[in-house]
């Protein structure tokens, strides 16, 4: 249905998956904390689509509330400050050591490793999140080869209006 140019159905389809996903959290509330009234309970978070990690966030969150075991992964590696080389004027407490540069070391995660790792219904699935421009990598296009060849799922995330629709297509509404 369209209305002055606009999918109708993709915002109703939009309103609907991030509806479910705030059910989802409020049933999840109840559940952890049984004792406590509703009229005392926060209101879910205002999930947002619109950023890598707002994405991601939702995904996570909508998988942890139906049951799947998830986890977020990072490649970036990390940063490693060197050792104090001098001591500086600190607070109250005094001198304190300062630290002057520092360098990054490579993860020791697989490249190319999606940004979720879930186990689904006993199925090893993966999903990569990309946001506007955003395109996978070589890297990310092998490690997709790797999970699909062994027998896992792989899914690009590109809203999460688009993964609550991959996900009913596989596995159903969930909880």
Do not use: C
Request: zero cysteines; glycine letters at 10%.
């Amino acid at each position: 249905m369209k209305t002055g140019g606009i999918n109708m159905s993709n915002i109703l389809d939009r309103k609907h998956a991030h509806k479910r996903l705030r059910d989802l959290y409020l049933k999840n509330q109840k559940e952890k904390h049984p004792d406590i009234p509703d009229r005392l309970r926060p209101m879910p978070p205002s999930y947002s689509d619109k950023t890598s990690n707002g994405l991601t966030k939702a995904i996570s969150d909508f998988l942890r509330f139906n049951s799947h075991q998830v986890e977020r992964i990072s490649v970036t590696g990390r940063y490693i400050k060197d050792k104090p080389t001098k001591l500086m004027a600190g607070d109250v407490a005094g001198m304190v050591p300062e630290n002057v540069g520092g360098k990054w070391i490579k993860s020791s995660m697989t490249r190319g490793s999606a940004d979720i790792s879930a186990t689904i219904q006993g199925l090893s699935v993966k999903i990569e999140v990309k946001i506007g421009r955003d395109r996978q990598s070589e890297a990310q296009k092998e490690y997709q080869r790797q999970v699909e060849s062994a027998g896992g799922l792989y899914v690009i995330a590109t809203s999460f209006n688009q993964f609550f629709g991959w996900y009913q297509s596989k596995f159903g509404e969930g909880r």
